[in-house]
């Protein structure tokens, strides 16, 4: 059935869908055609393969096993189509952790080309689909895993089709004010959206002691609030994005390295996310706080490295590196 796999703190299943079909599941024959159709299976194929089976649930667990489903390959060789599951039962555009897991997955069934860049394909209902990324097996500090090419971000409300939200200045870099974020911590005021394959949210503040830790997010009321804001509607209000966004929180620790927290639409607090730490990198660039170059994003899930490239001070390629291991059922 599937195959669980961990990338810094991120739990994904990996099946296919043949599989998947085998379930009882009505996904259809395409990546596409399935994407269009997401109301019709997802939450079904999340039920049998993402809820806790009764009576195993830890006490302060979340509310499923792992952060979603990857559904693929459709194909037998590259380019490779897939679907990143929600465990709401929406779809994701990308997912560094997920892409990362499901690099792993192709290798160890041999479909991966062991040298040389492979072409993911992810397919979604958010609007222009498919979102590509191309993957690359390498090794890094002595672990192997895959360089992720994420492409160029872009910048600011309208990136993120971002409505009612107010334009502030820090450090001279035009940033965003998210009333319904300063409502919840006045020290939330200064965020940078950013898209990268993902909407995503950045707060900016100047002390670690303004992050969120995990454990809070999971516990009302700064659970339904951030859910309120992340979440698109009906689970959430759709406000500031009516398709949701991802939210993070970013802190300076040293030079070129940002620690951070995450709240992922569709999910909630999440140990790491690679697409997120990658536009915490974006954001944390963009205000100064880091160079073009190599850069560490450390999450609780672990740390993110990444490569930032500039040209004629414009950000134009984001690369993230992971790692994933298989798990025992």
């Known amino acids: 059935m599937a195959a669980f796999y961990d990338a810094r703190g991120n739990l994904y299943g990996v099946v296919a869908p043949a599989a998947l079909r085998r379930l009882g599941v009505a996904l259809p024959t395409t990546a596409a055609q399935a994407a269009r159709d997401r109301r019709l299976w997802t939450e079904q194929a999340i039920a049998a393969l993402c809820d806790w089976a009764p009576g195993t649930r830890p006490p302060g667990a979340k509310a499923h096993r792992s952060d979603g489903l990857l559904v693929g390959p459709f194909q037998d060789a590259a380019p490779f189509d897939l679907l990143i599951v929600n465990t709401d039962g929406t779809l994701a555009e990308r997912s560094g952790n997920g892409l990362t897991i499901f690099s792993q997955a192709l290798t160890e069934q041999g479909l991966l080309a062991p040298e040389g860049s492979t072409r993911l394909q992810v397919h979604h209902d958010q609007g222009a689909s498919p979102v590509a990324t191309v993957v690359e097996p390498a090794q890094v500090a002595g672990q192997s895993g895959f360089w992720l090419d994420l492409g160029q971000p872009s910048f600011g409300p309208e990136a993120v089709a971002a409505m009612g939200v107010e334009a502030v200045t820090l450090d001279g870099c035009e940033l965003s004010r998210v009333a319904p974020l300063q409502a919840l911590n006045p020290l939330w005021e200064h965020s940078q959206f950013v898209r990268i394959g993902n909407p995503h949210c950045v707060t900016l503040v100047e002390d670690a002691d303004a992050l969120p830790d995990n454990p809070q997010m999971l516990q009302a009321p700064l659970a339904e609030g951030l859910t309120a804001i992340a979440f698109a509607l009906p ?95």
């Open 235 to 329: 689970l959430g209000h759709g406000e500031p994005c009516p398709a949701g966004v991802n939210l993070q929180w970013a802190a300076r620790q040293s030079a070129q390295r940002i620690v951070a927290r995450v709240f992922e639409r569709g999910e909630g607090p999440t140990a790491s996310s690679g697409t997120s730490a990658s536009a915490v990198a974006c954001a944390a660039w963009r205000l100064g706080w880091v160079k073009a170059g190599r850069v560490e994003v450390l999450m609780p899930g672990g740390t993110a490295p990444l490569m930032l490239q500039e040209t004629d001070g414009v950000l134009t390629r984001v690369s993230l590196f992971g790692t994933a291991r298989a798990l025992a059922e």
